[in-house]
């Protein structure tokens, strides 16, 4: 099971840290991901970490603003959005369970629930 948090609503140029807390068997050998999906749009890649080793892979859209991170420990991956613009806003989803490499939809068998993240310009 994988558990969206850290939505809302921010003005342009702020930021917001999501988390993604996974639970009921681990993914350590696997790749995380988060993608997200605006209103009337399809769900797009936005970036991706293999949870060994840490490698990580973006969105041009989103690179040098987002960081996705893991806390093994704690199961749990983030998404750092920072410098947020308001073509931003959308539903965030984590996903899991890829082999690195492959970041389509189709490759992430496991999906969270979203998480509305909304931009005001």
């Known amino acids: 099971q994988l558990q969206a948090s850290g939505g809302g609503l921010v003005q342009a140029g702020g930021s917001l840290r999501l988390s993604c807390a996974a639970s009921g068997r681990t993914f350590s050998s696997s790749t995380m991901g988060w993608f997200r999906q605006a209103p009337g749009k399809e769900r797009e890649f936005v970036a991706a970490?293999?949870?060994?080793?840490?490698?990580?892979h973006y969105a041009d859209s989103v690179k040098g603003r987002f960081t996705i991170s893991r806390d093994n420990a704690k199961n749990t991956v983030f998404l750092q959005m920072n410098s947020l613009k308001p073509e931003d806003s959308a539903v965030y989803f984590c996903?899991?369970?890829?082999?690195?490499?492959?970041?389509?939809?189709?490759?992430?068998?496991?999906w969270g629930q979203g998480t509305q993240v909304t931009v005001s310009s």
């Open positions: 970490i293999k949870w060994s080793g840490g490698m990580t």
């Open positions: 996903a899991a369970d890829a082999v690195w490499g492959d970041f389509s939809l189709t490759a992430f068998p496991y």
